[in-house]
Structures are given as C-alpha cells and as structure tokens.
C-alpha cells in the first residue's frame, strides 16, 4: 500500500488558482497511475485527471484548459495545477494511487477546496 498526503487545499476567490501536492511515502516512479478525484457532499467521487506511468494524462472534461496535473517523481509528488477557479470547482479533492494495472486504489484523506460564489 502507499500512503499519500494531500495539502495545498484552501479558499480562494473566482479566477484564481491553487496547486494541490499529493505526498507519496515510496518511490512513485514504477507506480501505474496516479491522480485527483474530487467528491461533493452526498456525491459520488469523480475523477479530475490522471498521469501514468508513461507520463501520459487524461482529464475530466470540466478539467482541460484549467488544471494541469504532473509527477515529480524525484520528490515522489504529484501535482494539480488548478486555475481559473469557479464556485462549481468546490470540492473535496482526494489524491489516488494505483500501484498496478490490476491493483485497488490507495486514498489519501482529502484536502478542501473552497471557491465562493
């Protein structure tokens, strides 16, 4: 299993921007897939982008143009650019891991995004 600590969480204003971290506790370089979901309160849990392995990405629709995702995997991070910001991007935002095609994803516990309308 990895362990994955997410920070970079906060409020901020329309149009602006954050960057979320997601900490690995191992080397994430043979790791298959890492990414953001993010989930709403009485919602499912849907995903906002993932990279792989290759360094290939993929993004949820509301996502291109606005977030940008990418791995360190010197410092074993993952990142989420996010900008452009609108009420509707606030969420809880989950960082995943998945160490193998087959495998179940690892969570970290979340980290709040908040943009007021």
């Known amino acids: 299993q990895v362990q994955l600590v997410e920070s970079g969480g906060g409020l901020v204003n329309p149009g602006g921007s954050l960057r979320l971290s997601c900490a690995a506790s191992?080397?994430?370089?043979?790791?298959?897939?890492m990414g953001w979901y993010r989930q709403a309160p009485g919602l499912e849990r849907d995903l906002v982008a993932r990279i792989f392995r290759t360094g290939s990405v993929d993004y949820a629709d509301f996502a291109k143009g606005r977030f940008t995702i990418s791995r360190d995997n010197v410092q074993n991070t993952v990142y989420l650019q996010m900008n452009s910001l609108k009420p509707e991007d606030t969420n809880l935002y989950y960082c995943?891991?998945?160490?193998?095609?087959?495998?179940?994803?690892?969570w970290g516990q979340g980290t709040q995004v908040t943009v007021p309308s």
């Open positions: 995943y891991a998945r160490r193998t095609s087959a495998s179940t994803l690892d």
């Open positions: 191992r080397s994430i370089s043979n790791i298959y897939a």
